[in-house]
């Protein structure tokens, strides 16, 4: 199911996130915490683009998957989304 990119909020993308890496892993969520390195879960590469696939479809949006490289927590990688879709919502014409 696709979320509205433009409400999604930054809890909703790190609370998808985790539920994500959780079922990936096998993993009771409360063991993934929000501002450890994604390397730390142990997901390889296919499991990194895994992510970002599904988190463009969640999402219903574009997703680079240098993301995970250069914001390398859940919490950082959803304050960077949050703020390239300000940035997107800020060029639209009114």
């Known amino acids: 199911m696709t979320a509205p990119f433009a409400q999604l909020t930054h809890d909703e993308i790190v609370q998808w996130c985790r539920q994500h890496i959780a079922t990936l892993l096998d993993f009771p969520i409360e063991r993934i915490p929000v501002d ?3 390397d730390t879960f142990g997901l390889d ?3 990194a683009v895994s992510l970002v696939v599904e988190l463009e479809e969640w999402m219903g949006t574009e997703v680079s998957p240098s993301l995970l ?3 390398p927590t859940i919490q950082l990688m959803a304050a960077e989304i949050v703020r390239l879709r300000a ?3 800020a060029e639209v014409p009114a």
């Open 87 to 89: 940035a997107a919502a």
């Open 45 to 47: 590469s296919a499991a």
């Open 36 to 38: 450890a390195e994604f």
């Open 69 to 71: 490289f250069e914001f």
